[in-house]
């Protein structure tokens, strides 16, 4: 018998085709008219033009709607901004000219200098990059945006240190900013100086509360692949708060690392159960039951994944393959 075996469905209504094409047709005609319903939006809004613009994945798409709006007088600058960021991957010519009009339309801004280092960037202009990152420094000394932006290019081009180092230069602009502290420690962990990211979460630590910065500093300790402490921090995390799903996934993770795959498993499951939207816990909890040759048990973990979160396949394939 499989150890997690799949809920009963419940009982079927008696089989009417008649009334199946029906509640078929039913929903058909809802779906269509939820799609429809921003096409009767007044389209002049500048607003609504973008947000229908968002719901195309084809920024190709998204240009001809979005081209209108530089005439439009209802736009305003950050209106503007936003259609540059949408057109960008399509037509650095078009996001340009959003720029330029976003410029005209009001006074310089470290957003405008921000688009435009983004906008070289897509150019593979790095003189123009640097000119427009220093501008918006310039514009706003105690921002920190410039270097994340510049933290962002350099890790896209493949340079880790540089990312590091201009994250750094950021949280010395904004030490008390919360997720950009977090940002920062993981970065460190994942450089091999997690000690350092470890002091970082201490300095946030009464904005985070006691269990999530316990919860934080055990996933540094993981990503810096030391299981042993993790499973020491999580174990804390446990003692103030047996409810939380995470503490029970990640001291999962850290156990399993260290090669206790039953209590893993047990963990995982208390996991899955504290909070079914989350689909690691039990993603996790197949691949385990794999490895330890249990193809049945990893099948019905399989089939609730897919009962679940049919929708959201791709995130979990990988981890629980079909």
């Given at each position: 018998?499989?150890?997690?075996p799949?809920?009963?469905?419940p009982?079927?209504a008696?089989?009417?085709?008649g009334?199946?094409?029906?509640?078929?047709a039913?929903a058909?005609l809802a779906a269509?008219?939820?799609?429809l319903?921003?096409?009767f939006?007044?389209r002049?809004?500048?607003?609504v033009?973008?947000?229908?613009?968002?719901?195309?994945?084809?920024?190709?798409?998204?240009?001809?709607?979005?081209?209108?709006?530089l005439d439009?007088?209802q736009s305003?600058p950050?209106?503007?901004?936003?259609?540059?960021e949408?057109?960008?991957?399509?037509s650095?010519?078009?996001?340009?000219r959003f720029l330029a009009?976003?410029?005209?339309?009001?006074?310089?801004?470290v957003?405008?200098?921000?688009?435009?280092?983004?906008?070289?960037?897509?150019?593979?202009?790095?003189?123009?990059v640097e000119?427009a990152?220093?501008k918006?420094r310039a514009l706003?000394?105690?921002?920190?945006?410039?270097?994340?932006?510049?933290?962002?290019l350099a890790?896209?081009?493949?340079?880790?240190?540089?990312?590091?180092?201009?994250?750094?230069r950021a949280?010395?602009?904004?030490q008390?900013?919360?997720?950009?502290?977090?940002?920062?420690?993981?970065a460190?962990?994942?450089?091999?100086?997690?000690e350092?990211?470890?002091?970082?979460?201490?300095?946030?630590r009464d904005?985070?509360?006691?269990?999530?910065?316990?919860v934080?500093?055990?996933?540094?300790?993981?990503?810096a692949?030391?299981p042993?402490?993790?499973?020491?921090e999580l174990?804390?995390?446990?003692?103030l708060?047996?409810?939380?799903a995470?503490?029970?996934y990640?001291?999962?993770?850290?156990?399993?690392?260290?090669?206790?795959?039953?209590?893993a498993?047990?963990?995982?499951?208390?996991?899955?159960?504290?909070?079914?939207?989350?689909?690691?816990?039990?993603?996790?909890l197949?691949?385990?039951?794999?490895?330890d040759?249990?193809?049945?048990?990893?099948?019905?973990?399989?089939?609730?994944?897919e009962k679940?979160?049919g929708?959201?396949?791709?995130?979990?394939?990988?981890?629980?393959?079909?």
């Amino acid at each position: 018998m499989a150890a997690f075996p799949l809920v009963h469905p419940p009982p079927r209504a008696p089989y009417r085709p008649g009334a199946r094409l029906r509640a078929a047709a039913w929903a058909s005609l809802a779906a269509l008219v939820v799609h429809l319903i921003p096409f009767f939006f007044p389209r002049k809004v500048p607003a609504v033009e973008i947000d229908l613009a968002r719901m195309m994945t084809d920024a190709e798409h998204r240009t001809p709607l979005l081209v209108p709006l530089l005439d439009n007088p209802q736009s305003t600058p950050a209106n503007l901004r936003e259609a540059a960021e949408l057109v960008l991957p399509a037509s650095v010519a078009t996001a340009r000219r959003f720029l330029a009009e976003a410029e005209r339309r009001g006074a310089p801004s470290v957003e405008n200098e921000l688009l435009r280092a983004r906008i070289c960037a897509a150019d593979r202009d790095p003189t123009c990059v640097e000119s427009a990152l220093a501008k918006a420094r310039a514009l706003g000394p105690k921002d920190p945006r410039p270097e994340l932006l510049e933290s962002e290019l350099a890790e896209r081009a493949g340079d880790p240190a540089e990312a590091l180092a201009s994250l750094i230069r950021a949280h010395h602009k904004a030490q008390s900013d919360v997720p950009l502290t977090l940002r920062l420690a993981h970065a460190l962990a994942r450089a091999s100086r997690v000690e350092e990211g470890v002091a970082l979460i201490d300095t946030v630590r009464d904005a985070l509360g006691p269990v999530d910065a316990a919860v934080e500093r055990g996933v540094l300790w993981l990503e810096a692949n030391r299981p042993a402490d993790a499973r020491a921090e999580l174990e804390r995390a446990l003692a103030l708060d047996r409810h939380d799903a995470r503490v029970h996934y990640f001291h999962a993770v850290a156990l399993a690392r260290l090669g206790d795959g039953a209590k893993a498993e047990v963990e995982l499951r208390e996991a899955d159960r504290l909070d079914p939207g989350d689909y690691r816990a039990l993603a996790m909890l197949c691949a385990l039951q794999r490895e330890d040759g249990r193809v049945d048990e990893a099948a019905v973990s399989r089939a609730i994944l897919e009962k679940r979160f049919g929708d959201r396949r791709f995130e979990f394939d990988e981890t629980c393959p079909p």
